[in-house]
């Protein structure tokens, strides 16, 4: 069984991890976040089968339970340094045997490397120096846990991506650079999004991707993020219902999506039709169903 998105004109990028989670009934909240779900074989369970459903549902990269497992958020648990590192492994060796048990040996395990502070809190990003140990100590994990690629995701300062990039690519890996924005082509921080596009591609990001961004976001920033393009670009969208909820908070339980399967497939279809994306996915909020739906449409668009 494999998985040929890649020769049809688009990759196809998992959805969200952590809403999965939540739908299963696990906790995500401080101190442990989404890496919680690593903690009991019980978890672990439940996590390999978010990541087997997103293959059946057609992803050709699955992003291995990381974004919280940096040493600045490990630290607010009681784990040693063997722990820390124990976690980073533990969630690339879960997605490792999801691969495994799906039979779908081509899909490719990406290292999610999130912001060391909050994604949503520019104002915390800290100092260069602690920036290059901390993203530093994350990759060297990641790439001796065996991840095909690192995905350098919801960055919302442009310091701080080109940091955790540089890190990559001193360790000789292959990195995706992705961005979270507000609802005017601007990272969280206000830069703008064409200056993180420039700056990134420059530094040598394999693609440049926006995510966690509401639909109407996304889609304005796509249009910027298509003037700045000099690889491949993609977008993994926010779909949540967050009427009543106050934006970027976090909220310790699944949030119902805004849009149905179909309504999400037919969205990223007319995106990768105006905007030529090479990379479509989900953020939050989005089910392994809205994946195949995606799956379904765009691959009935490259061949007609």
């Known amino acids: 069984m494999t ?23 696990l906790p995500v909240r401080p101190p442990w ?4 779900a690593l903690l009991t074989d019980a978890n672990r369970r439940v996590l390999q089968s978010v990541h087997e459903a997103y293959l059946a549902a057609g992803a050709q990269v699955i992003t291995a339970n990381t974004f919280r497992a940096n040493l600045r958020a ?75 690629l690192f995905l350098i995701e919801t960055m919302n300062t442009i310091r701080e991506a080109r940091i955790a990039l540089a890190q990559v690519l001193s360790a000789g890996g292959r990195a995706w650079v992705s961005f979270v924005c507000a609802d005017d082509a601007t990272l969280l921080s206000g830069e703008p999004l064409t200056g993180a596009v420039h700056a990134v591609s420059r530094d040598g990001a394999e693609a ?18 298509c003037r700045g393009r000099s690889g491949l670009i993609g977008a993994y969208p926010n779909i949540e ?52 739906a995606a799956k379904r449409l765009l691959s009935t668009a490259v061949t007609t």
């Open 74 to 148: 490990l630290s607010r648990t009681k784990l040693d340094d063997a722990g820390r590192a124990w976690i980073v492994h533990a969630a690339v060796g879960v997605a490792q045997a999801a691969r495994k048990q799906a039979g779908v040996l081509d899909a490719r395990i990406a290292g999610s490397i999130g912001p060391v502070e909050d994604c949503y809190r520019p104002d915390l990003v800290p100092s260069d120096e602690e920036l290059r140990a901390e993203h530093g100590w994350l990759v060297r994990e990641l790439s001796r846990a065996g991840v095909d």
């Open 208 to 225: 440049v991707l926006v995510n966690c961004t509401s639909p109407h976001g996304t889609e304005v920033a796509l249009k910027a993020l």
């Open 33 to 36: 976040w989404t890496s919680a």
């Open 241 to 292: 219902d967050r009427t009543g909820l106050p934006a970027y908070e976090h909220v310790d339980r699944a949030v119902p999506p805004g849009f149905a399967p179909d309504e999400f497939a037919e969205l990223v279809a007319r995106w990768c039709a105006d905007y030529g994306l090479d990379i479509i996915g989900g953020c939050c909020g989005t089910s392994p169903d809205h994946l195949a």
């Open 3 to 25: 998985n040929s998105a890649a020769t049809q004109g688009f990759q196809l990028l998992d959805g969200g991890n952590a809403s999965e989670l939540q739908r299963a009934g």
